[in-house]
């Protein structure tokens, strides 16, 4: 296994520390960010993930064989984790409502409540807010996670397709798509009349089960097998979706999602999920 550390500021004398507590080989710099030690030893990932939580670093162990080329799907979720914010937050905020609302948010995130009710809910108190509302934080709050640019790039070069599946809104997932050259989106659309929300969700709710479904949907098209996608996500509406990918990722995410993901980032942006899908 290669174990790779990631962080904002690695000092030589902790990657010196982390190469003789696994075992390592040699210490590889991927980038200024991400140092790749070969040939460690599995048997100290429990020292080692203890270590590097201490000392405010990101670690994961990939297997010395594993190749970017070797995936075909990218499966993200949007909120949290492609952008930085939780658009419905945002929306309610607009309508002076944003801590009843994120304090919804939050509880689904963290798995406290079923996400399509947390979702009705939240709908439920936008209503009658006008749809102006929507563009507005389009331009002036939505903003790309750290990274994102250069993971879609990577993704691209390897030939991995992208899909954005979210439990959020059409509104954003299709101006996202246009913007990065995304491959696939699905996402929940919201009910407009005369201008106004309604505080309703028109059709089937994409929650839990719905991001899994989506993910399975677009890799039985693709012809791929499961250990070929990568899925991605913050909360515990993401759990079923990275439970059907190969490698799953938990990106600066709630504990219940960091101790199911194969993989967690919370000190770097989205380019450190690239060296977490092995070598170019």
């Not at 719905?210 to 097998?225: F, I, M, P, S, Y």
């Amino acid at each position: 296994m290669n174990l790779i550390v990631q962080g904002k500021d690695i000092p030589t004398p902790s990657l010196k520390h982390l190469a003789k507590l696994s075992g390592a080989a040699a210490i590889e710099a991927i980038s200024l960010t991400a140092f790749r030690l070969r040939a460690a030893n599995e048997t100290s990932r429990a020292e080692v993930a203890a270590w590097c939580e201490t000392h405010a670093l990101d670690c994961g162990w990939v297997p010395a064989e594993r190749r970017i080329s070797d995936f075909g799907l990218l499966v993200m979720d949007m909120d949290s984790t492609l952008i930085t914010i939780e658009c419905i937050d945002e929306i309610a905020d607009m309508q002076g409502l944003k801590p009843q609302v994120s304090a919804i948010t939050e509880a689904a995130m963290r798995g406290e409540i079923d996400f399509s009710e947390s979702l009705r809910r939240r709908v439920s108190l936008l209503e009658g807010l006008d749809e102006s509302a929507l563009q507005r934080v389009y331009d002036e709050r939505l903003q790309l996670s750290p990274g994102a640019e250069a993971l879609l790039a990577a993704a691209r070069a390897a030939g991995i397709r992208t899909l954005l599946v979210s439990g959020g809104f059409t509104f954003f997932t299709e101006r996202l798509k246009v913007r990065l050259g995304l491959d696939y989106t699905a996402a929940n659309t919201l009910e407009i009349i005369d201008g106004k929300f309604s505080g309703r969700v028109l059709g089937a709710i994409v929650d839990a089960q719905g991001k899994a479904d989506w993910l399975n949907r677009v890799r039985t098209e693709l012809a791929l097998e499961p250990r070929q996608v990568i899925a991605m996500g913050d909360g515990a509406n993401d759990l079923k979706m990275m439970a059907e990918a190969g490698v799953s990722i938990a990106y600066h995410a709630k504990p219940v999602v960091r101790a199911q993901a194969s993989q967690a980032l919370s000190q770097v942006g989205l380019e450190g999920v690239i060296p977490l899908l092995g070598q170019v």
